[in-house]
């Protein structure tokens, strides 16, 4: 007997008939439920991408690949270690002046963080100089002009060409004692860095002024910024430098320094997956329970086809293959739904926003200003995979128990 009949027997049986019509409706629940759980495999795990993406590009482009600091605070000797760190997969290394300050607005007052950096050093920055929305860094070298982030400036009420004071937790001795620092800014520059934390917190400012405000000694900084040739590789580079410089210093790749939040974004990918993995699981139980029925219903059928010359091998993959039309369809259906999803996510969450009138994505808690997606090739087979193989699984036991009916038996009341 030809091995084409098989095909057309499980297409015959997938098609629903007349009096078939509750079995024909859980394999509909089936098909929804592979085809759900396969689309928001692919949404999760492209949102997951985007977030790890998006956040490790960020901090990379506002800080430096690898950090160094010295125990004793200040760091005297700069031109030493600058003349020491030589190596070929070093592209800059980066004097700073980091220091924190209270920010009076005319809205209100908020604390925030000093960078010093020279003008010069700003190109290793782009995520910073390419996302100037108001003002320019043109003038970024005189001792009273300031740079701050858009929701640092939106929040105590700053413009370009209005005069912030800052004032520093650094006292200096007057007629009435010690007082805080404080001095007037002259705001130059608005930036949009693409990171809520960083807007909202940061000032910059030349090195010289933030030496001046903040009372360091001259030529004195207290951070080395260090950025690389190849960024995956900084912690390896660290231990290298580390070395060089030997305990005096404290050297810190941009992974060590963010450790806790990478290990939470990968175990929260994980378990995100995991969970969502159990909607292929229940919809392969529905695949069961719908073959199990159509075995059921199809008793006289499978007797017959045995009579006439059919194997139980054959038996077993027309059950097997109806039940993996539903599995393929279902991922199929599911991967289109889910890319088209992952690729327009933003726009659905502005859609649904605007809808619902409610702020559905706050950058002040995902840290973002868009919802990020980076939808990978190999995640899409993956879950497809993963969603056959299941399906397959849910096939093999309504398909054997299908394939050992006897005919005898199933024909001897007809």
Same mark, same amino acid.
């Given at each position: 007997?030809?091995?084409?009949?098989?095909?057309?027997?499980?297409?015959?049986?997938?098609?629903?008939?007349?009096?078939?019509?509750?079995?024909?409706?859980?394999?509909?629940?089936?098909?929804?439920?592979?085809?759900?759980?396969?689309?928001?495999?692919?949404?999760?795990?492209?949102?997951?991408?985007?977030?790890?993406?998006?956040?490790?590009?960020?901090?990379?482009?506002?800080?430096?690949?690898?950090?160094?600091?010295?125990?004793?605070?200040?760091?005297?000797?700069?031109?030493?270690?600058?003349?020491?760190?030589?190596?070929?997969?070093?592209?800059?290394?980066?004097?700073?002046?980091?220091?924190?300050?209270?920010?009076?607005?005319?809205?209100?007052?908020?604390?925030?963080?000093?960078?010093?950096?020279?003008?010069?050093?700003?190109?290793?920055?782009?995520?910073?100089?390419?996302?100037?929305?108001?003002?320019?860094?043109?003038?970024?070298?005189?001792?009273?002009?300031?740079?701050?982030?858009?929701?640092?400036?939106?929040?105590?009420?700053?413009?370009?060409?209005?005069?912030?004071?800052?004032? *520093?937790?650094?006292?200096?001795?007057?007629?009435?004692?010690?007082?805080?620092?404080?001095?007037?800014?002259?705001?130059?520059?608005?930036?949009? *860095?693409?990171?809520?934390?960083?807007?909202?917190?940061?000032?910059?400012?030349?090195? *010289?002024?933030?030496?001046?405000?903040?009372?360091?000694?001259?030529?004195?900084?207290?951070?080395?910024?260090?950025?690389?040739?190849?960024?995956?590789?900084?912690?390896?580079?660290?231990?290298?430098?580390?070395?060089?410089?030997?305990?005096?210093?404290?050297?810190?790749?941009?992974?060590?320094?963010?450790?806790?939040?990478?290990?939470?974004?990968?175990?929260?990918?994980?378990?995100?997956?995991?969970?969502?993995?159990?909607?292929?699981?229940?919809?392969?139980?529905?695949?069961?329970? *719908?073959?199990?029925?159509?075995?059921?219903?199809?008793?006289?059928?499978?007797?017959?086809?045995?009579?006439?010359?059919?194997?139980?091998?054959?038996?077993?993959?027309?059950?097997?293959?109806?039940?993996?039309?539903?599995?393929?369809?279902?991922?199929?259906?599911?991967?289109?739904?889910?890319?088209?999803?992952?690729?327009?996510?933003?726009?659905?969450?502005?859609?649904?926003?605007?809808?619902?009138?409610?702020?559905?994505?706050?950058?002040?808690?995902?840290?973002?200003?868009?919802?990020?997606?980076?939808?990978?090739?190999?995640?899409?087979?993956?879950?497809?995979?993963?969603?056959?193989?299941?399906?397959?699984?849910?096939?093999?036991?309504?398909?054997?128990?299908?394939?050992?009916?006897?005919?005898?038996?199933?024909?001897?009341?007809?």
């Amino acid at each position: 007997m030809s091995d084409n009949f098989v095909l057309t027997v499980a297409c015959r049986y997938f098609s629903a008939k007349k009096n078939e019509k509750f079995v024909s409706l859980i394999s509909g629940f089936s098909l929804l439920g592979v085809t759900i759980g396969v689309a928001a495999l692919i949404v999760v795990t492209s949102v997951m991408n985007g977030f790890h993406l998006e956040l490790t590009k960020n901090i990379i482009g506002l800080n430096g690949d690898i950090t160094i600091t010295n125990v004793d605070r200040y760091i005297t000797n700069y031109d030493e270690v600058r003349q020491s760190l030589n190596h070929d997969y070093i592209k800059a290394v980066v004097p700073n002046i980091v220091g924190q300050a209270l920010a009076i607005g005319s809205r209100t007052n908020s604390g925030v963080l000093i960078k010093g950096i020279d003008i010069n050093d700003l190109q290793w920055k782009k995520a910073i100089l390419q996302n100037v929305v108001a003002g320019q860094f043109g003038d970024f070298s005189s001792n009273n002009v300031i740079a701050m982030g858009s929701e640092l400036a939106y929040l105590i009420g700053a413009k370009i060409g209005n005069k912030i004071k800052l004032i *520093s937790p650094n006292t200096i001795s007057t007629a009435f004692g010690s007082m805080p620092r404080a001095k007037e800014f002259t705001v130059t520059a608005i930036f949009n *860095s693409g990171m809520y934390d960083y807007d909202v917190a940061t000032v910059l400012m030349p090195i *010289s002024a933030a030496r001046n405000f903040l009372s360091f000694e001259d030529n004195s900084i207290n951070l080395i910024e260090v950025y690389t040739k190849q960024p995956e590789q900084a912690e390896l580079f660290a231990n290298e430098i580390q070395a060089i410089l030997g305990e005096k210093f404290k050297v810190t790749s941009w992974q060590k320094s963010n450790r806790q939040f990478l290990n939470a974004l990968a175990v929260e990918r994980i378990t995100m997956f995991t969970i969502l993995s159990l909607i292929i699981v229940v919809a392969a139980f529905n695949i069961i329970s *719908s073959l199990v029925m159509l075995v059921k219903d199809k008793t006289k059928d499978i007797a017959i086809l045995r009579t006439i010359g059919a194997s139980q091998q054959q038996i077993m993959l027309i059950f097997i293959c109806n039940g993996m039309f539903i599995g393929l369809i279902g991922t199929v259906v599911g991967g289109i739904l889910g890319a088209s999803f992952a690729y327009n996510i933003d726009n659905i969450r502005l859609c649904l926003e605007r809808v619902t009138d409610t702020k559905i994505f706050d950058a002040a808690i995902y840290f973002l200003y868009s919802l990020p997606s980076d939808v990978r090739l190999e995640d899409i087979i993956l879950v497809g995979v993963l969603s056959i193989f299941l399906c397959f699984c849910a096939t093999i036991y309504p398909a054997y128990k299908a394939s050992k009916l006897n005919p005898v038996e199933a024909l001897r009341y007809e």
